[in-house]
């Protein structure tokens, strides 16, 4: 009798677990951004800006809430399950294989916020990034369609996107060295004092994260 119990809890377990994993509906659930002009500094090894100082106003994170298709919010989503792709071109946007993590598991509501470093490389100037959740994109109501793209830039010193910052980036970093914004040189993804000039403060940045990789 009591080894019934046993499996009987362990079936109703595996169902609720199963139920529970394939529950997220992308277009219940909602993702978005705590300030205007977020711009964060990223790197493969996951030591570079974290997105609580993305607007330098301190405090800052991107926040999601995860529903069901009845609109209900889902508790206890793992803090891992989550993943940011570039709108424009997901090439432009190399996460690592474990990239970040959210700040806590979802509240009662379906709700937390990701305001941690983020490991990987690339660019992203324009177009924003769209949030998945347990491998589903947050898309837009009423169509469902169209992925939320949140309006967030990640520049890296893995400029090239490689999961490493290597000599190709270095070349790419010296191209762009002593330009200033307007010049044909200029390149805004190495320009990580975010002061429209690429000099020497931005080469401290790179020299410190220099042959880093994802781990
Ligand atoms: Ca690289
Ligand atoms: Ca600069």
Not at 168 to 182: I, K
């Amino acid at each position: 009798m009591f080894k019934g119990k046993v499996i009987l809890f362990s079936l109703l377990l595996v169902f609720a677990t199963s139920l529970y994993a394939g529950d997220v509906d992308p277009c219940q659930s909602e993702f978005g951004v705590s300030c205007v002009g977020m711009r964060v500094s990223i790197c493969p090894a996951g030591d570079f800006e974290p997105i609580y100082d993305g607007c330098d106003t301190g405090g800052d994170f991107l926040w999601l809430i995860a529903r069901d298709g009845d609109g209900n919010g889902i508790q206890n989503v793992p803090w891992t399950d989550y993943w940011l792709t570039s709108c424009d071109d997901p090439a432009d946007l190399l996460l690592c294989s474990a990239p970040f993590g959210a700040d806590l598991l979802t509240d009662e509501d379906g709700y937390t916020e990701i305001s941690g470093r983020i490991a990987g490389g690339g660019c992203v100037l324009t177009g924003g990034v769209y949030l998945s959740i347990q491998g589903k994109a947050v898309v837009d109501m009423p169509e469902c369609l169209v992925e939320t793209c949140v309006d967030v830039q990640f520049i890296s010193p893995d400029r090239l996107a490689s999961y490493k910052v290597d000599l190709s980036d270095f070349g790419a970093f010296g191209d762009a060295y002593n330009s200033v914004l307007g010049d044909p040189e200029y390149d805004d993804c190495v320009d990580f004092t975010g002061d429209q000039v690429v000099n020497l403060s931005d080469f401290g940045f790179f020299g410190e994260h220099y042959e880093h990789e994802c781990f």
